[in-house]
């Protein structure tokens, strides 16, 4: 079904009805460009799409992610972790370094097994404690980007004192927090948002203060107000400058977890953690450590995902 554009000259088509000729040419178009030979073939694709769908066609949002891209991202990676697990695993006993003081990885995975162990209750408490904080930090961070935009006064009065805030030692305000919150989740939750918020404050009032001053006063002219401005330019613009801040940040939270559960807690992978080294069980450490790396990459890579979709014209060709 063809749909007419406002100029006679234009054929729009519809996104999701495109036929198989067009999309064809257009993957190929993309892999020209992927390769760095620019072309003046004198088409221009997004003009044959709705303007509402224009910025997806330019900004490669129609390409596909398939498992191919998705190996030449993450292959060198995985094959690295591989050469690595197995270089430890026979490099470990053949240099003579006892188990108790670097254990092989599969004596980490044993350790990992045992019931005792009670590995995924631990990583359950501390990933309670990591999502509580990061979301009582992602309200704090953007709360006060959007108030220090509005308010230029009050980020000139705050900022100075949330800088020497996050110039504390974490080792150091970590007991205090378990003495005057108690040895519950609240201490930990509270050092995870403070790890968390600073970050994300940063990126976010980067991102708001992106649009140009020639938006600024284009939407001014029109009338808008200050809230309308934000909704509907500055917030777009700062999008992708909020989602890099939230996947630092959720690795950031899942520090700020451990880092209460090691001064003081009953439960959680910094309490395993404590309770291993203290015994010299390396390889329960090691396990708890690895299952914390992999909270925060789980964190991370929710993050991105999300990016992905609701941030479509800042996807990678």
Sequence with gaps: MVEKHSSPAHTVLPTRQLPAELTSTMEHYVKIEKKGEHR???VDFASLFPPHDQCMVRYGAMVKTTPHNLFRRLGPALLLGVALVIGLEWGLPAAGIPAYLLPTPSRVINAALQPEVRLIYHTGATASAALLG????????????IAFIFVRPLEDALYPWILLGQSLPSVALAPLLTIWLGDGIAPRAAMAALFASFPLLIATISGLRRPAPEQLAMMQAYGASQWQILRMLRLPAALPFIFSGL?????????????????GAGRGLG?????STYRLATDRAFAAVAAAAGLALVLHGIFLLLERIIVFWERER
């Design 40 to 42: 003046d073939e004198g």
């Design 134 to 145: 990061l979301a009582i930090g992602i309200c704090i961070a953007l709360t006060l980007a």
């Design 247 to 263: 996947r630092v940040a959720g690795a950031l939270a899942v520090i700020g977890a451990l880092v209460g559960e090691l001064a």
């Design 271 to 275: 309490y395993l953690i404590t309770t």
